[in-house]
Structures are given as C-alpha cells and as structure tokens.
C-alpha cells in the first residue's frame, strides 16, 4: 500500500491518468492532485474520480506535496524540472520526484543542468505499459499490473526516497527492477523504440502508395497487430526518437544489417539462410513468451500447464497397456550437436521434444544454424560443417540441462569467437570445474563463476592440443566434453575412464563418420577431421522408460511392454538391477537402428526382493536411482546402494531428496554420504507405505518418482514443484494416466 499524503502529476494523459487510476483501485488514501496543461483533461480527470484536483499552472500545486510524478514529453521535462526547483522551497527535502520517460539518459541531463547534479531525492524510472490511446480518457487501472517498472536510480540517491518508488509502482501492480541509465537506453532503443520506429516508417510508405486504400482494406490481422503501435502519439515518439538519438541509431544499424541480409538471400533463392532467420525469429518469440508469461520454454511450446505444477496422485490404480516413451535425452542433445556441425542435411527422428533439447536447438539457431522444426519428434539440420558456427548475439541459455552445458563447453572451447554459457537457477548450483580444468588442459581459456559454478565464459580463438586425460570420477558429460574438443585439437585426444559410462557420443560420431576407437577403458580421435550428416533414428529414453518399468515391477496385476527402447550396454543398469531383484522382465525383438541397440522391454508384477546393488552397475543407472530407490521400498528386505556419491550433484541432491520423500511417506531407511539403504514392505495384498507431501526441490526425477509410488501408498502423494518434469517427459501425466494411474495436474493458474 502506498501512503503518500499528496501525490502530484504533473501531465494527465495516458500513463499518469492510469497511475491515478491504479492507485484509487489499490485503496489509495492520500490526495491525487494534477497538472497538465490542457484544463479540460484536468476537469475530466475530476469528473472520472481519478484526481482530487488540479490545474494549468505547476506553481500553484506544490503546496504540501510529498511525491511528484512527471509524465511529460521528454523535451518538456528540463522546463518542468526548472519550475520545480522554482516552486519547491529549500526545505522540501522530503519531497520525492520520480518520472515515466521512456529514455534516462536525456533526462539525467535534464536534472544535473537544473539542479547541477541529480539529487538525492530524484529516483528516475519508467514503466513498460503503454497503448496507441492517449489522454485521460484512456486511462485505466490495469495498465501496470504484471507489467515492469524499471528503475535508473544515481548511486547517491536517498534509500527511502528509492524505496518510496517502489511501493508507488507496487501499489498499482507493477515489477519493480533496477538497472543503470546506459543499460536502459540501449535495451529500450532496441525493444521499445526501433518497433515503433518501423512501424511509423511502414505505415507512412503504405499510405503514400497509388494503391493504398487496396492495401488497408485487404490487410490482415497480422498487418493490424504489427503496426498497432504506429497509432501512438507522434509528439511523444518524436521526442523520444531525438532524446534516444544514438541508441536507436545503433539499433537501426543492427536492424538495417539484417534486413540486408535478407535481402541477399531473397534475391539469391538462399533457402537455408532464410529458414535459418525465419526458424531463429520463430522459436526466439515463442522464448520471449516465456519470459514474458513467466512460464517455462517448454510449456510455452506445447501449451504445458504454466507457472508453479503440483502433483495430486490418489492411491492405487493399474499399470496396464503398451508405450513409446519419447526419444533418449542424450541422444537428441548429441544429434543436434553433431548434424549442427557436419557437413549436409541431417534428419532426426523420435528427437525429445522436451525443455533441455529445446533449449540446445536454440542455442544452434542462435549461431546461426537453419533447424527445421521439432514436429512430432522430426527435425531437419542444415549442417554449417566443422567451422561454420556463428558468434551469437549474447549468453546461450541451456535451461536445465548438465549435459548441454558440458558437451558445448568442449564445442564451444574449439571455436573462433567467444561464448558465454548460462542455464536456470538450479544448473547456476552445479559443479562445471569438471570439464573446465581438463579443456584448460587442453590450451582453452574458460572462466567460471566461484567453485567452479556457471556461467562459463570461453575465450574463443585457443589453439587447443590433443592430452591423455585420466578421468578422476566415471563421466559420460566429462568424455563427451572432451571428445568433442579434441574434434577441433591438434593431435590425439584420449580419454580413460574409472567405470564404464554411456558412449552415445563414441557411436554417434562414428555413425557421422568420425572414427573414434576404443580399446578397453579407454577412447580417443584424431582432431582436424570431418562429419559427414546422416539420418538419425532416437530410440526411446530408458531413463524414462524407467519409470513405467518400475510401475510395473511394484503393482500387482501388471503388465506394460515398452517400445522401441534404447538397450545401450553403457545404459541397462536399470534392466540388470531389477533383474536381479527379481523382476519378471523380458526384452523383445533386439534390433540395432543407426549404430544403437533397441528392444522392445515387457515388464509383468512379480514380488521384489532387497539386494546389494552391485558397484559396478552404479554408473550404469545413474539417472534411474530415483525411480529404483521407489522399486526398493516396495521389495522384501533391505536393499543397499553404495559408490554413488553422483547423486548429490544432479539437478538436486538425490540422495537426500529422496530420502526426505520416503521418510514423509513412512519407508524406513539409513542415509549415508555414497549411497542409501531402504527398508522394503513388499507385501501383494496391502499397501507399502502411506502418502503425504513431497517436495520435489523442482528435479523432475524425484517428482516423477514419487508419483509411480503412490501405485502402491495408502494415502494421496501430492508432490510440489513439477514443472520441471517438461525438460526430459513432457508427456508423462498422459501416459500415467493411460496406465491406469490416478494422477491429476494443478498449476498455479488453478488456485
């Protein structure tokens, strides 16, 4: 609630009639006074219950004042701010005056030529809200909400003044941030200003054509929305345009530069630079949606419930039917990576349609890669070859994802220009010294952020030499890193590893005619070579093929065949750990597709039984545990997990995650730090445990993992912070709910 006693503002049109009239919705109880010099905006101001008062002449007004807003034009602001400090005795150091112009820098001149430096008590900002309309009779109280107001406070200015801003902009809805003056002219010029600009210029060389009226009449709906904006007030844009002259020059550089490009490839027939711009623009505006509906890329993208996602999954249920599960996450990561830089068009099918793959696609269409698609698993890569790529514009977001961090850590490392890599909150906690210090090894020049964390910012243009790398800890992201480094590495890279890990990238690269040899634990390439782009089959993900085959290994009565599933050796931990526990599991119709094993897996209930689970098959399964720590506590006996410290640096603390669920759901087990030991209460006529709340710490795992338990809880699982899920299984609650599981989604949208 904001409690000034007087606000004055100075300019009633649009943006400071909206402020009145946001504050009188907020239960705003002080005085709203205006001036504006058109008095019959002043009288209808009065007349619509937004001001108290007002009047023509600004001198009048300031008795009493405690706030003044102004939203006049920029190039009225020096001569408002010249009555003000006529107006305003010298006493009135509490008074607050704040702005809503649409460029600071100009305005910041404005105050240190009036006051010979900004004061104190001056906080600039400006609201990103707006319309075409103007006037007071425009006015509206929802103009603000769950818009931004952005803030360019002087490092002098008065905390309380600062703070008395915020609760102004907060009262009436807004985000309140804060960012330099320079900073926010140049973003402004080219998110705010340069449409306008275009829109002005397009509407205005339409107009003046013979056959405009032909034109307007037959326009559509795109034409309409795109140039909206050239409705807006030209004083008010005419002033901004010469307030803002050399940030939206710049800008208009940029823009005049590609649009040159595009003319070349018009004018050429370039198909591919013209998918390649028309695919980046696409899939960026969908990203922009996202930040603007504060929603993940994914649920943008396939209309994914939005903003906060819990789970409510009542007892019992079946596991019943025959699922295709989407397409292995490493392998669509890797098969963008790879078709990105080979040489021709790669096709991709069954590619996972899910946050961490979308976000890598991305990433590829930022430097400058044509990408067709995903539709229904299929994309198309227009390859660029071994040094096609182009510099980005700025950080290249991996969202979620480790692994896309890592791998392009070792692509990026061989690269000419420099990278910055950057991913959510969660992978901004995540340990990348790992392949930071072996690429340094190498000649890469990478800095990290304290312990090793993200960002990862790459100096490009490093000649890179080829090492015999000893691995410390078993890592397919680690080998993957380097491996794809050494493509760009004079000599030999060789890569030996503690315990076997997945080879997607060994297969993939030798399927792209890449030779990569391996003799024991041990594997290398030769840089300076070649890819050679082919067609792509995914097979399906058996991390989350996993999590039906626990379904069915825990349910009596069940009986769920699982297509088309990845069987890659350095994957089957999870195949042979519930074969050992005894479940009744058989692999149907083995076949190999483009390099890599594929089954059919059908999975019938038998009792499980507790093991030790075998060391050597810790790595293996590292991504099932989860999943497999929820087979565990419904088996008979004690089952025993050891040399899997791992799990304390995945998307959360998995260990500790999951120990924290199984201790709210009742299951008895000890922790320590490399591993777990769970008690199981398997039993064919009752209940294994009881329900609860779980916390899934936003790792799309745990929350998968506990909503399988509930097949076999007395209670309702309801499971917080599932929205997460998106970034590898998309379509996991659809294929629950097939099975027979009573799973139900609530997003925040619903409360």
Not at 83 to 99: F, K, M, P, R
Request: proline letters at 5%; a negative charge; aromatic letters at 6%.
């Amino acid at each position: 609630m904001c409690h000034e006693p007087r606000l004055l503002i100075v300019g009633l049109g649009l943006i400071g009639g909206s402020l009145a009239a946001a504050l009188r919705v907020s239960g705003f109880k002080g005085q709203i006074t205006a001036c504006d010099p058109n008095a019959n905006e002043v009288a209808l101001g009065v007349e619509m219950g937004l001001i108290n008062a007002g009047g023509t002449q600004l001198s009048q007004l300031l008795d009493g004042v405690s706030m003044v807003v102004l939203a006049v034009p920029v190039l009225a602001m020096e001569r408002v701010m010249q009555e003000l400090s006529e107006g305003l005795s010298a006493a009135a150091t509490n008074v607050v005056i704040t702005d809503v112009g649409s460029t600071k820098a100009t305005i910041r001149e404005c105050a240190e030529r009036v006051f010979g430096c900004v004061p104190p008590n001056i906080v600039l900002g400006h609201p990103i809200a707006g319309s075409e309309k103007s006037g007071v009779a425009a006015a509206t109280p929802a103009l603000y909400a769950n818009h931004k107001v952005i803030l360019t406070p002087e490092p002098n200015v008065n905390a309380e003044a600062l703070a008395r801003v915020k609760v102004l902009w907060q009262a009436c809805g807004a985000e309140v941030l804060q960012m330099s003056v320079e900073r926010h002219d140049q973003v402004l010029a080219r998110t705010s200003h340069l449409p306008h600009l275009l829109a002005f210029s397009l509407v205005d060389t339409l107009a003046r054509q013979d056959e405009r009226l032909d034109i307007f009449r037959y326009a559509a709906g795109g034409f309409r929305d795109f140039t909206r904006i050239a409705g807006s007030d030209p004083v008010m844009w005419r002033d901004i345009f010469i307030a803002n002259r050399d940030a939206v020059l710049s800008s208009l550089d940029d823009f005049e530069a590609g649009l040159a490009r595009l003319r070349q490839a018009v004018e050429s027939g370039d198909s591919d630079a013209l998918i390649a711009t028309f695919d980046r623009a696409s899939h960026a505006r969908h990203y922009f949606d996202t930040l603007l509906n504060k929603t993940s890329y994914q649920a943008e993208y396939h209309m994914q419930p939005q903003g906060k996602v819990t789970y409510r999954v009542s007892p019992g249920g079946q596991a019943q039917g025959r699922l295709r599960v989407p397409g292995d996450k490493s392998m669509s990561h890797r098969s963008i990576m790879l078709g990105a830089l080979a040489e021709g068009v790669t096709e991709v099918k069954g590619f996972l349609e899910g946050e961490d793959s979308l976000a890598t696609l991305q990433a590829f269409r930022e430097m400058g890669v044509a990408i067709e698609g995903p539709h229904q698993g299929r994309v198309t890569i227009h390859g660029v070859g071994m040094h096609g790529l182009k510099a980005p514009a700025g950080p290249l977001y991996v969202g979620n994802s480790g692994t896309a961090m890592r791998l392009f850590a070792g692509l990026l490392a061989g690269q000419a220009f420099d990278s910055e890599l950057t991913g959510d909150e969660s992978l901004t906690k995540r340990p990348m010294g790992r392949v930071a210090d072996p690429l340094r090894l190498m000649g890469a020049t990478i800095e990290t952020a304290e312990g090793g964390r993200p960002p990862l910012s790459i100096k490009g243009g490093a000649p890179l030499k080829g090492i015999f790398y000893d691995m410390p800890m078993a890592s397919a992201q680690v080998k993957s890193c380097l491996l794809l480094a050494g493509l760009y590495a004079e000599g030999e890279t060789r890569v030996r590893e503690p315990a076997p890990t997945r080879d997607h990238t060994e297969r993939m690269l030798n399927g792209f005619g890449y030779v990569v040899s391996r003799e024991g634990d041990t594997c290398w390439l030769q840089g300076g070579g070649k890819l050679t782009a082919g067609p792509i089959d995914v097979p399906s993900d058996i991390s989350s093929a996993t999590f039906f085959l626990v379904a069915a290994a825990i349910t009596p009565g069940a009986d769920i065949t699982l297509e088309h599933v990845g069987i890659n050796p350095t994957r089957i931990g999870v195949i042979n750990i519930l074969t050992l526990m005894g479940a009744d599991l058989v692999l149907e119709d083995e076949r190999e597709v483009g390099g890599e094993p594929v089954a059919d897996i059908r999975i019938r209930y038998v009792p499980l039984k507790g093991i030790d689970i075998p060391v050597d098959q810790v790595p293996l399964a590292i991504d099932e545990f989860p999943a497999l720590f929820v087979a565990a506590a419904n088996a008979q006996g004690t089952t025993r997990l050891r040399g899997a410290e791992e799990l304390r640096v995945k998307e959360s603390d998995r260990i500790q995650a999951m120990a924290d669920g199984l201790a709210v759901l009742g299951v008895e087990h000890t922790v320590v730090e490399d591993g777990i030991d769970i008690v199981g209460n398997g039993n064919d006529q009752v209940a294994s445990y009881g329900g609860g709340r779980i916390d899934s710490l936003g790792d799309h795992r745990i929350a998968m993992s506990f909503a399988i338990a509930a097949l076999r809880a007395s209670d309702t699982i309801v499971i917080d912070d599932c929205a997460n899920v998106a970034t590898s299984f998309p379509d996991f609650v659809a294929l629950a709910q097939r099975i027979g599981m009573n799973v139900s989604v609530e997003s925040a949208n619903d409360v």
